[in-house]
Nanobody
Framework: QVQLVESGGGLVQPGGSLRLSCVAS????????IGWFRQAPGKEREGVSC???????KYADSVKGRFTISRENAKMTVYLQMNSLKPEDTAVYYC???????????????????WGQGTQVTVSS
């Protein structure tokens, strides 16, 4: 069955960097879009960045220029490189699979139907 496992979260000072990893299993990653989403305490879950099966990427305005999403299909892994982190980036970060192959990528949360368990990112001095 489909599994998504996130790792790489932690505590980092403002201005620091983290790289999150999402390791997938149970399907062929090559054909599917993967998204990174986050949820801060008391807030709704929001899209951060998504990558299509064709490599096309989308970013929330709040992370453009600071975060980079990438994928290594052979390793069944999608990454989120986060630089210049800010306290407002503090949240639980989730990766998710849109379970329809070969469709145009977007970061609408409602279109992603398989989710990992999340990894905590805390940005604080």
């Amino acid at each position: 069955q489909v599994q998504l496992v996130e790792s790489g979260g932690g505590l980092v000072q403002p201005g620091g960097s983290l790289r999150l990893s999402c390791v997938a299993s149970g399907f062929t990653l090559d054909y599917y879009n993967i998204g990174w989403f986050r949820q801060a305490p008391g807030k709704e879950r929001e899209g951060v960045s998504c990558i299509g099966y064709d490599g096309i990427t989308k970013y929330a305005d709040s992370v453009k220029g600071r975060f980079t999403i990438s994928r290594e299909n052979a390793k069944m892994t999608v990454y989120l490189q986060m630089n210049s982190l800010k306290p407002e980036d503090t949240a639980v970060y989730y990766c998710a699979l849109r379970g329809v192959p070969r469709v145009r990528v977007n970061c609408s949360i409602f279109e992603y139907n398989y989710w990992g368990q999340g990894t905590q990112v805390t940005v604080s001095s």
